[in-house]
């Protein structure tokens, strides 16, 4: 079972950027595909960007060209870089990892996103 740990989360305000890290331990990194969620209060949770263990990325419309995400297998990170945030941004982002054989997915904590003037 791998364990995530998110950091990067915060405040910021309209039109600026953050960048959301994700540390995997406990488990080979390179055979999960990773991917990030997000939830805002009242929502469900809906996939923000994916990133397949052969490197195929996948995003939803909302983020497409303002958000990347990226990994790094020989440092168990994966990355999500955004950019152009605006309020309908904020949420709790969660890392998430799913097993190719298994299919079993593993969640981080949670880390918060505010977008606010």
């Known amino acids: 079972q791998v364990q995530l740990v998110e950091s990067g989360g915060g405040l910021v305000q309209p039109g600026g950027s953050l960048r959301l890290s994700c540390a995997a331990s406990?488990?080979?990194?390179?055979?999960?595909?990773m991917g990030w969620y997000r939830q805002a209060p009242g929502a469900q949770r809906e996939l923000v960007a994916a990133?397949?263990?052969?490197?195929?990325?996948n995003y939803a419309d909302s983020v497409k060209g303002r958000f990347t995400i990226s990994r790094d297998n020989a440092k168990n990170t994966v990355t999500l870089q955004m950019n152009s945030l605006n309020p309908e941004d904020t949420a709790v982002y969660y890392c998430?990892?799913?097993?190719?054989?298994?299919?079993?997915?593993?969640w981080g904590q949670g880390t918060q996103v505010t977008v606010s003037s």
């Open positions: 998430n990892a799913r097993n190719v054989a298994t299919r079993r997915h593993s």
């Open positions: 406990g488990s080979i990194f390179s055979i999960y595909d």
């Open positions: 990133i397949t263990s052969g490197g195929r990325t």
